[in-house]
């Protein structure tokens, strides 16, 4: 099983941006897919953006699509999410997942691991 560990939460100005950052360790990093969830408090946690073992397929949900971009780099063990013109509703807990190869996990259901979690706080 692969573990996963975030990095780059922070308190930002809407319209602002930041870098996430989760790095892997244990099982072959590269067979996984990978994703991004977030929760806010009181809320369920929900999907944010995958992609698949080689990076070539991305999905992303609709709320954070043209703002959100999810990569990885296999020989550094890291998937990444730049997030762009952020706003208030984007303050959340956000985790990093490990999933199906093919297409990364784009439901909880599908994650097998998960990081421990970064705070994103977005000022209004």
């Known amino acids: 099983q692969v573990q996963l560990v975030e990095s780059g939460g922070g308190l930002v100005q809407a319209g602002g941006s930041l870098r996430l950052s989760c790095a892997a360790s244990?099982?072959?990093?590269?067979?996984?897919?990978m994703g991004w969830f977030r929760q806010a408090p009181g809320k369920e946690r929900d999907f944010v953006a995958a992609l698949n073992w080689r990076g070539g397929f991305t999905n992303y949900a609709d709320s954070v699509k043209g703002r959100f971009t999810i990569s990885r780099d296999n020989a550094k063990n890291t998937v990444s999410l730049q997030m762009n013109s952020l706003k208030p509703e984007d303050t959340a807990v956000y985790y990093c997942?490990?999933?199906?190869?093919?297409?990364?996990?784009?439901?909880?259901?599908?994650?097998?691991?998960w990081g421990q979690g970064t705070q994103v706080t977005v000022s209004s």
């Open positions: 244990g099982r072959t990093f590269s067979v996984y897919g």
């Open positions: 997942a490990a999933g199906p190869s093919a297409s990364g996990p784009t439901t909880a259901t599908l994650v097998r691991s």
